[in-house]
């Protein structure tokens, strides 16, 4: 696991934004493709901005296949809808060779059995695909994607992609699962502002229940990066 500290939210996503071009260099070099997950929420919004206006040249876009952590069940010009934000900061200025979205417009396991099916397809496989980066957020209560405390997702290992009924919602997500999560050869958190601090330091530095905190749960090979704002690491030891 690493972690990595910047003064500002601004910095922080600044950050991303280069790490995200070198992990699409690297993968493009070694596998002719970038296959990429993307987190929702208002996070990363900075972040894709970056990419859209600084780096429209300084990645093979045509080679970069664009898929979702997690998405509302909305249709996608709804404005909580992931993929609405995901467009308008950068979707739509740059030239991605294809985006996968998540159909929440759709009954919810429907969209969830639909989206497990593109990933077979897309990546011809039966074994658990393997993305080259997912980007994660966590919510104050220490979900991440749509893996919410308490919630059926967070034990499914024979699925990629499930509907999660969220109580305290009173909505179901569709969520990629823990083992098509942990898959990944990088997994990066994008943690931003003080309301998280306490959370982070939760995940990070406890043994807290994975049920109540299920970023904890994200163990991928060599463990995630995590890449934080002070505010939100202002808690951590
Ligand atoms: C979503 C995201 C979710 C998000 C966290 C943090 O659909 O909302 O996938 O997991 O990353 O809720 O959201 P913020 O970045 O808005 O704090």
Same mark, same amino acid.
């Not at 601090?197 to 995940?203: C, F, G, N, Q, S």
């Not at 109540?212 to 934080?228: D, F, K, N, S, V």
């Given at each position: 696991m690493s972690v990595y500290v910047y003064d500002t939210p601004e910095e922080l996503a600044g950050a991303a934004a280069r790490e995200f071009a070198d992990r699409a260099?690297?993968?493009?070099?070694?596998?002719?493709?970038?296959?990429?997950?993307?987190?929702?929420?208002?996070?990363?919004e900075a972040m894709y901005g970056i990419l859209?206006? /600084?780096?429209?040249?300084?990645? /093979?876009?045509?080679?970069?296949y664009v898929f979702f952590g997690d998405e509302r069940t909305v249709p996608p010009h709804h404005d909580d809808s992931n993929h609405k934000m995901a467009s308008e900061a950068l979707l739509d200025h740059v030239p991605v060779a294809n985006v996968h979205?998540?159909?929440g417009e759709l009954p919810p396991d429907e969209a969830a059995a639909a989206y497990e099916e593109e990933l077979r397809t897309f990546f011809r496989t039966e074994e658990v695909p393997r993305f080259d980066l997912i980007l994660l957020g966590i919510g104050a /209560?220490?979900?991440?994607?749509?893996?919410?405390?308490?919630?059926?997702?967070?034990?499914?290992?024979?699925?990629?992609?499930?509907?999660?009924?969220?109580?305290?919602? /009173?909505a179901?997500?569709?969520?990629?699962?823990v083992p098509v999560i942990n898959a990944a050869r990088t997994v990066t958190f994008l943690v931003a502002g003080e309301d998280k601090a306490e959370?982070?330091?939760?995940?990070?530095?406890?043994?807290?229940d994975p049920r109540a905190y299920p970023a904890r749960l994200i163990q991928p090979q060599g463990g995630p990066e995590w890449m934080l704002d002070r505010a939100a690491a202002s808690a951590l030891s």
């Amino acid at each position: 696991m690493s972690v990595y500290v910047y003064d500002t939210p601004e910095e922080l996503a600044g950050a991303a934004a280069r790490e995200f071009a070198d992990r699409a260099g690297e993968a493009i070099a070694e596998r002719g493709r970038f296959a990429v997950v993307l987190a929702g929420g208002s996070t990363p919004e900075a972040m894709y901005g970056i990419l859209a206006s /600084d780096y429209d040249d300084q990645i /093979d876009w045509s080679k970069v296949y664009v898929f979702f952590g997690d998405e509302r069940t909305v249709p996608p010009h709804h404005d909580d809808s992931n993929h609405k934000m995901a467009s308008e900061a950068l979707l739509d200025h740059v030239p991605v060779a294809n985006v996968h979205r998540m159909r929440g417009e759709l009954p919810p396991d429907e969209a969830a059995a639909a989206y497990e099916e593109e990933l077979r397809t897309f990546f011809r496989t039966e074994e658990v695909p393997r993305f080259d980066l997912i980007l994660l957020g966590i919510g104050a /209560d220490g979900h991440t994607a749509s893996l919410f405390p308490e919630t059926a997702a967070l034990e499914v290992s024979d699925r990629w992609v499930v509907a999660n009924p969220v109580l305290k919602l /009173d909505a179901a997500r569709i969520t990629l699962t823990v083992p098509v999560i942990n898959a990944a050869r990088t997994v990066t958190f994008l943690v931003a502002g003080e309301d998280k601090a306490e959370t982070l330091k939760k995940i990070l530095e406890s043994d807290a229940d994975p049920r109540a905190y299920p970023a904890r749960l994200i163990q991928p090979q060599g463990g995630p990066e995590w890449m934080l704002d002070r505010a939100a690491a202002s808690a951590l030891s």
